[in-house]
């Protein structure tokens, strides 16, 4: 999946697939048909696809493990979804973070 987004191309595996679009240069993810993010160059669009599933949310910590800042990545706490974000300049490991709620469409650059 990283390596077709990587390489801007189509592929497909099992249930999740990474659809290229050119003229936009953008790469969709879907899992089972629904869209959980879009890669851009300097952008991350995550989408919940409609479900906050365990796979949902570790093929989106794969795609932000990738092609996100380091250390952002999503988590569940009490059935509810948060992502661990940069805030401002990090200065280290545990500074420069915060916690939000995941709300699907929301952006990371």
Not at 64 to 71: D, F, M, S, T
């Amino acid at each position: 999946m990283n390596r077709a987004i990587l390489n801007s191309e189509n592929w497909s595996k099992d249930n999740t697939r990474v659809e290229y679009d050119a003229q936009n240069e953008i790469s969709r993810v879907y899992l089972h048909g629904n869209l959980i993010a879009e890669i851009g160059e300097c952008f991350v669009t995550l989408y919940a696809g409609g479900w906050q599933t365990p796979t949902t949310k570790s093929r989106i910590n794969a795609i932000l493990a990738e092609h996100g800042v380091p250390g952002e990545y999503v988590f569940q706490q009490n059935f509810q979804w948060f992502v661990r974000t940069v805030q401002g300049v990090k200065v280290s490991d545990k500074e420069g973070f915060r916690t939000v709620p995941f709300v699907s469409g929301m952006v990371l650059s």
